[in-house]
């Protein structure tokens, strides 16, 4: 039995094996190195996209694209990102493209009617010009792994999910 740390949402360092915690949680992994595992997004988009037909995964992104991204932006893209633009370089209909999520992102820094967006890393939308993202700073890049949508209209930041799956999942069961 592989012992591992996770901390949980209370940030409390528990230990469990984690090949029997991926089983309960019956996620989708297809890769475990060391402290962290890889999500086989394929699994997740073909289980949504048999309820979706509208969801169209977009071919991989390449590295370099992905590295355009965190130049432009300046701060590192979060691995479950990365991980699912290198299977899908976006869905057309929540994620954005790696050529969206850098013009999104620029576009909504120059706003100046509302306070500054520079403190989320947007990633999706839903189409009716809110916004999903992850917080950042300038120093450190993504804080954590909480999503959080931009309401356009109010200027709201309203927390909606734990990280990206979890974000995916809802949006496309109409939890969010």
């Known amino acids: 039995m592989v012992n591992e740390k996770l901390i949980n949402d209370n940030r409390e360092i528990k230990q469990f094996d984690k090949f029997e915690f991926i089983e309960q949680c019956k996620c989708k992994v297809i890769d475990i190195k060391g402290d962290?595992?890889?999500?086989?997004?394929?699994?997740?988009?073909?289980?949504?996209?048999?309820?979706?037909?509208?969801?169209?995964?977009?071919?991989?992104?390449?590295?370099?694209?992905?590295?355009?991204?965190?130049?432009?932006?300046?701060?590192?893209?979060?691995?479950?990102?990365?991980?699912?633009?290198?299977?899908?370089?976006?869905?057309?209909?929540?994620?954005?493209?790696?050529?969206?999520?850098?013009?999104?992102?620029?576009?909504?820094?120059?706003l100046d009617c509302f306070m500054p967006l520079d403190c989320l890393l947007f990633f999706g939308g839903n189409g009716c010009g809110d916004y999903y993202g992850y917080p950042i700073t300038s120093q450190d890049g993504v804080r954590n792994d909480n999503v959080f949508m931009w309401d356009h209209e109010y200027d709201n930041r309203i927390w909606k999910a734990n990280n990206l799956e979890d974000a995916i999942k809802k949006y496309y069961n109409d939890e969010i």
């Open 36 to 110: 962290s595992y890889m999500m086989d997004w394929h699994v997740i988009y073909r289980e949504l996209t048999s309820k979706h037909n509208y969801i169209k995964p977009n071919p991989p992104a390449t590295e370099k694209q992905i590295s355009d991204v965190e130049k432009s932006l300046g701060c590192k893209l979060p691995n479950d990102l990365k991980e699912l633009l290198l299977d899908m370089n976006g869905d057309n209909w929540l994620i954005f493209s790696t050529e969206q999520i850098t013009e999104i992102n620029l576009s909504a820094r120059k």
